[in-house]
């Protein structure tokens, strides 16, 4: 297939080159924000073999994909997981790909980080709402920060450079944010603070969670001098140099300000259902074309048509007193 004369594009004229491919639905931890505490998972027998996972990758970066984030669930809890890792990295071997990523919580990176780096991968993002190990424990249920600050420093060592993600938690974590940044920016880590979303039902309200970054912001600029950084990642993050630190500090506003004009994502999740949308519920099943041929002609098909019901964006709302979820999937699934 000729990839140059058949783009991804979707209706609105974005061009798809980024897929966020979730391995698994499970984690070691039960964040609040994400998953309830008594959560049902997909049966093993349903998720794709780690060698479908690389085929499906693989046709997407046939049909065009720069960039691949691995992400879950946690995806360092899947087992065998670097064997994808491993064999994924041909792509950027071959240039075929701009970038091979995930996104992790850290409990297993003293484990993978050096072999992470061994298949390509440069940059990760780590998820750390708090330093505080009280709070990360009741933020996470299950989780030991001395665990993720070894896989830290194992990343570190490994030469990985690591962007810090925080979820913004009203009450919780607001105003631990200004150390936050000192922490993150004095170990050389980019920090992107990010807007709950109303994914998924959980045992708290919403509303409860939500912290509109524009707050914080403004609350952050009593500390520190944020001055709109020519940097651009590429994705939905506006970011700021920090003049006290020296540092970027990056804002995802997907409730106070929306992004969706630029959206170049796509997301799969580990049975190989395609979502358009993050926050859209339509969907596309990945899993039957890539199981009925040895042929990947009819998979890129079904891309191809996925990619034609792309819907403009998401339509999140937080506000008091409403307790519905935009989706009834958790981030978990998805993929973050
Ligand atoms: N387990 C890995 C981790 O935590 O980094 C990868 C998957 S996790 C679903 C990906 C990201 O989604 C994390 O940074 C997490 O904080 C974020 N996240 C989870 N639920 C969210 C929600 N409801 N709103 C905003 N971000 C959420
Ligand atoms: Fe697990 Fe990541 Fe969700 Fe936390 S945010 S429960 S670490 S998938």
């Known amino acids: 297939m000729n990839t140059l004369a058949a ?13 966020r491919v979730s391995v698994t639905d499970r984690c070691d931890f039960r964040c609040v924000y994400c998953m309830s505490e008594d959560m049902t998972f997909l049966p093993k027998q349903d998720l794709l073999s780690l060698e479908e996972l690389d085929r499906l990758c693989s046709a997407f970066v046939r049909l065009g994909t720069r960039k691949i ?5 946690e995806p360092l ?8 890792f491993r064999s994924l990295s041909r792509h950027v071997g071959s240039s075929a790909l701009d970038e091979l990523t995930l996104t992790t919580n850290g409990s297993q990176l003293a484990k993978y980080a050096a072999e992470l780096r061994d298949c390509g991968v440069e940059r990760i993002n780590v998820s750390l709402d708090t330093l505080d190990p009280q709070k990360f424990k009741a933020l996470t249920r299950w989780g030991d920060i001395a665990q993720v600050m070894k896989g830290l420093d194992a990343a570190d060592a490994a030469g990985l450079k690591v962007k810090i993600n925080a979820v913004a938690l009203k009450g919780v974590n607001d105003a631990e944010a200004g150390d936050l940044i000192a922490w ?8 992107t603070f990010i807007e709950v979303m109303p994914l998924g039902e959980i045992e708290n309200a919403r509303f409860d969670q939500y912290l509109p970054l524009t ?34 500090l990056g804002f995802i506003t997907p409730l106070t300000h929306n992004f969706c004009e630029s959206c170049n ?16 519920d339509d969907a596309a099943d990945l899993r039957t074309p ?12 079904a891309i191809r048509a996925a990619i034609t019901r792309k819907p403009k ?14 989706t009834r999937r958790h981030m978990s699934v998805t993929g973050g």
């Open 290 to 301: 890539l199981r009925r041929s040895e042929s990947d002609e009819p998979l890129e098909q």
């Open 215 to 248: 707050e914080l912001r403004a609350s952050l600029s009593q500390r520190y001098t944020l001055e709109p950084s020519l940097y651009a990642s590429g994705g939905p993050a506006r970011y700021f140099d920090v003049a006290e630190t020296g540092g970027r």
């Open 313 to 326: 964006g998401h339509d999140f709302l937080i506000e008091r007193g409403q307790s519905h979820a935009s």
């Open 77 to 84: 809890v899947r087992r065998g997981i670097m064997s994808l």
């Open 184 to 191: 993150a920016h004095g170990r050389g880590y980019d920090l």
């Open 69 to 73: 984030r691995v992400t879950g669930g």
């Open 7 to 19: 783009p991804l594009v979707d209706p609105f004229g974005r061009a798809i080159t980024y897929i």
């Open 265 to 280: 994502r796509v997301r799969v999740t580990c049975t190989g259902t395609m979502y358009m949308c993050l926050g859209q």
